[in-house]
Every structure is written in C-alpha cells, then in structure tokens.
C-alpha cells in the first residue's frame, strides 16, 4: 500500500538573542509580504503569518 503525504503544517518561529525586538511596526506589512512570496512561490499554501514585534 503506497503511503501519501498531502498535509504538512510547519510552525517557523525565529528569535533574537535575548528577545530584542527587531521587528519595527513600519515594517511587519513588507516582511508578511515577503514571506507570503515565498510560500506562493512554492505551490503551498499559506494559513496565517503574523510576525511579532515582541
């Protein structure tokens, strides 16, 4: 019997060291763009995106 794969969830977290936030507001919009490209680009899909300023 051939095993499928058709869902595969994958939950990215990145931090700084000691959890400086890095991510200015001005820029959370650009990144979720950027980001959402690269999902797309991929034949995937995308759920939700949300990068945390905190």
Avoid at 25 to 32: G, L, M, P, T, V
């Amino acid at each position: 019997m051939k095993i499928e794969y058709n869902n595969l969830y994958t939950h990215l977290i990145l931090i700084t060291k000691n959890r400086y936030p890095f991510i200015a507001e001005s820029q959370r919009i650009r990144i979720e763009k950027y980001m959402t490209g690269i999902v797309t680009n991929n034949a995937s899909k995308l759920y939700s995106i949300y990068p945390n300023p905190e």
